[in-house]
């Protein structure tokens, strides 16, 4: 039943540079240990972490420990030449189900390409230091070993999600990560607020999901295979095999990205996901989970490449929405946490507008140093949270002085943010802009330009509010030890150099670049990645990124008295607009979820109460008076008269035979002889 | 030989036993009386046997049967005799109730 298939590396890679694909080693062939080590981890702290000297954490950083030796070593593999191995493990034959004409069958495996060699490097990458520092931010916490048993259930299920080789376990990860964030964002559920808001982000993304599987159902009886690899060497070949269904399906697809990636207009989850502890944040909310989204469409990528090409106009006026309209709530946000949640929307807008538009390389290249600059920010602001006891940056301000590392960190994350040369950010927004206007959406180019512009503006006011100015918290707050310090300059440094991976036209010697690394793939991309700088672009951004940062400056920072003034300016229409989120929460909760909390649930409430149970409640009355009638008539006046009679009779006959038993031998013996001279009369007279 | 002058002597004999079973209070007297019975079925086995004269010779080795446990019985129900004297001062059989309901 079980077989396992290794396929051969196919062909090669991107768009240019040809080279050949290897299988990778030892480290290739076991990749699976990634994949089921945080599995691993989660139940052993469920079993014993509460025991241990770290309540599990070092449990946890342990597995992520190991996870980041096997992806770093495969990722410099893959940078010296591509990788891709697929194993398949049959777990079950599913058959034609009546839909297909082809055999299904249920498999789990992992693949090791270009691609998810660069997830498993993000996530291990990112999720060990997120791991270390909330081993210190966590310290005293209620429940620390049921943390981080989630945390490691979510490094599991992500991993699982990105080394799928089929739809089906994917689909897996993808509800695992949702589990895991449902659970995380829920930590202190202790909070009405915190338990609604885990809650909306399950229910948000259950809506998602429901395009996804959709999509699944959809494409997989056309393909015959719940395989990328087969979607993947079919789009390649132009083959007319979905036919139809390939729009509706791409799109289907894309809806699950939607949820996930926090995409207009289900991303109203992702801000109120900030109720989760900090690190939560950084890991799930800004550099990984939400980026299953974008992973799915480069999954995928040659589904809207070659065969779904209608569904991509669509896709990139949802991403531009997103990231430019969403953006604005970040600035009047006081919330520090909110504001980078609003700020990865929008990021998360960018990718997918990339690739929608066919930027393959650009959307992933700004997944990875986003996962670093906003991982970096997240934990900044977590570090500033831990010094203050508070979210607001109402209660910060000034806090330069005191915590210099913090600072400058954030600092370094802001900027890149930003887009300012040469830092990471930079190089990805430039790319971005680039396939966005090579791809002929001019317009939307323009749009993610001046998206640019207030990226660095509200990045200036919460770096202006939180480290400028006077305290206006109490206590004194000082910086964060350094287990949670450490992550900050370890992610700091590849918020600056990552960028440089990158550089249109630039390969690196030995090692190539970042287009090659994720070019590793078992079919050719055919997607859009710019062979040199495009100096006017990259001058319009930096641009953008300046002014937006001048402004925010100009606005926010230069003397203490007037900056809560500034911020708290109400600018009529505009302010309410935004302050509400558009009113897209009220929407929500007016015309989908209160019709059903309120009508609905009353109508199925009064249905349960007055139907079901009257039913029920009616089967139990019936069946108690018709006990309580064979209780008194059959079995009191029935059964039990015929048993006391018969137990009556016995004792009464028991009391009479006693007399006979007088113990007296002579009186035995007499009734013996008695007896015997009886026989004896009656022998003689039959015979 | 006369079979039914043996016979006689052994109905005699056992009605005596029974008699002396019945009627005696003392338990030794009462054990001499079953002995007695026991001595009549012997006569009764042995005269068949001598009438019949079979060569299996069946009768004598039932009387020695009977001779044998009669010999045990006694031996068995005068130790009893004996502790229910040593216990209760009295041989009566009268007074050994002990086993009733």
Do not use: C
Not at chain 2, 8 to 31: E, H
């Amino acid at each position: 039943m079980v077989s396992v298939a290794a396929s051969a590396p196919l062909i090669l890679a991107a768009g240019d540079g040809a080279a050949d694909l290897s299988s990778g080693g030892f480290f290739a062939a076991t990749a699976w240990i990634m994949l089921v080590l945080p599995f691993a981890a989660f139940l052993a702290i469920i079993l014993v972490g509460k025991r241990m000297k770290g309540l599990g954490a070092e449990l946890a950083i342990g597995a992520m420990g190991v996870n980041l030796v096997w992806a770093s070593v495969l990722f410099v593999q893959n940078m010296a030449g591509g990788i891709y191995r697929e194993v398949n493990l049959t777990i079950a034959e599913i058959g034609t189900l009546g839909i297909t004409d082809r055999n299904l069958s249920f498999e789990l495996g992992f693949v090791v390409d270009g691609l998810s060699i660069m997830m498993y490097w993000v996530v291990a990458f990112v999720g060990f230091l997120v791991f270390v520092y909330a081993h210190g931010y966590m310290k005293g916490d209620i429940r620390v070993p049921w943390f981080f048993a989630s945390l490691s259930l979510f490094a599991g299920s992500m991993l699982v999600l990105v080394g799928a080789p089929n739809l089906i376990q994917l689909i897996i990860g993808w509800e695992g990560v949702g589990l895991a964030s449902y659970l995380l964002i829920g930590h202190y559920w202790e909070e009405k607020e915190n338990s609604d808001a885990a809650v909306k982000a399950f229910l948000t993304n259950k809506v998602a999901d429901v395009g996804l599987i959709l999509g699944t159902i959809l494409l997989v009886p056309a393909l015959g295979t719940f395989r990328f690899s087969a979607l993947s060497t079919a789009a390649d070949a132009h083959s007319d095999l979905l036919g139809g269904v390939a729009v509706a399906g791409a799109l289907l697809l894309f809806f699950g990205a939607m949820g996930k990636s926090a995409q207009f207009p289900l991303h109203v989850w992702l801000p109120d996901a900030m109720a989760g502890p900090t690190p939560v944040s950084a890991l799930m909310h800004a550099a990984t989970m939400v980026t299953a989204g974008i992973y799915l469409m480069a999954r995928t990528f040659p589904l809207y490449q070659q065969m779904a090409t209608e569904a991509r106009p669509w896709m990139v006026t949802i991403a531009v929405i997103t990231l430019f309209v969403l953006g604005f709530l970040a600035l009047v946000a006081d919330d520090l946490k909110r504001v980078l949640a609003y700020s990865t929307v929008s990021q998360l807008g960018y990718m997918m507008a990339a690739m929608a538009a066919g930027g393959y390389t650009a959307g992933l290249f700004h997944l990875f140093t986003h996962a670093f600059f906003k991982a970096l920010l997240f934990l900044g602001a977590g570090s500033v949270i831990h010094a203050v006891h508070s979210n607001n940056m109402s209660d910060m301000g000034g806090l330069r002085k005191e915590m210099p590392v913090t600072f400058w960190t954030f600092v370094v994350g802001s900027l890149s943010l930003a887009g300012v040369i040469p830092l990471a950010g930079f190089w990805s927004k430039d790319e971005i802009l680039a396939t966005l206007g090579h791809e002929g959406y001019t317009a939307f180019m323009w749009v993610a330009i001046l998206g640019a512009f207030v990226t660095a503006f509200y990045m200036t006011r919460a770096v202006a509010l939180t480290f400028f100015g006077t305290y206006k918290g109490h206590g004194h707050p000082h910086e964060s030890p350094r287990v949670m310090t450490a992550p900050l300059v370890a992610l700091a440094v590849p918020s600056v150099i990552a960028g440089l991976l990158n550089v249109p036209g630039v390969s690196w010697g030995p090692i190539h670049n970042f287009t090659d690394w994720v070019g590793a793939r078992i079919v050719p991309m055919g997607d859009y990645h710019p062979k040199a700088i495009e100096w006017d672009l990259a001058a319009y951004g930096l641009i953008a990124a300046l002014a937006g940062i001048a402004l925010g400056w100009r606005l926010f920072a230069p003397d203490a008295g007037t900056q809560q003034a500034r911020d708290r300016l109400r600018i009529p229409v505009l302010y309410p607009l935004l302050h509400n989120k558009y009113y897209i929460d009220d929407l929500y909760m007016k015309g989908v979820v209160n019709p059903i909390k309120g009508p609905l649930a009353r109508a199925v409430d009064w249905v349960n109460g007055y139907v079901i149970d009257a039913a029920i409640n009616g089967a139990g009355a019936i069946t108690a008076w018709l006990g309580g009638l064979v209780y008194r008539r059959l079995d009191q006046q029935g059964i039990d008269l015929v048993l006391n009679a018969a137990a009556g009779g016995t004792r009464g006959a028991g009391k009479r035979l006693g007399l006979v038993q007088t113990g007296k031998v002579q009186q035995y013996a007499g009734a013996f002889v008695v007896g015997a001279l009886l026989l004896v009369v009656a022998f003689v007279l039959v015979t | 030989m006369i079979l039914s002058q043996f016979l006689v002597l052994g109905a005699l004999l056992f009605s005596i036993g029974v008699y002396g079973l019945l009627s005696r209070r003392n338990a030794v007297t009462v054990l001499l009386a079953v002995e007695l019975m026991l001595a009549a079925v012997n006569i009764n086995l042995i005269a068949f046997e001598a009438f019949w004269n079979t060569a299996a010779a069946h009768g004598q080795i039932f009387a020695i049967f009977v001779i044998t446990i009669a010999a045990a019985e006694v031996g068995i129900g005068l130790a009893i005799i004996l502790l229910v004297f040593r216990n209760r001062a009295s041989g009566n059989i009268d007074q050994l109730d002990l086993m009733r309901w």
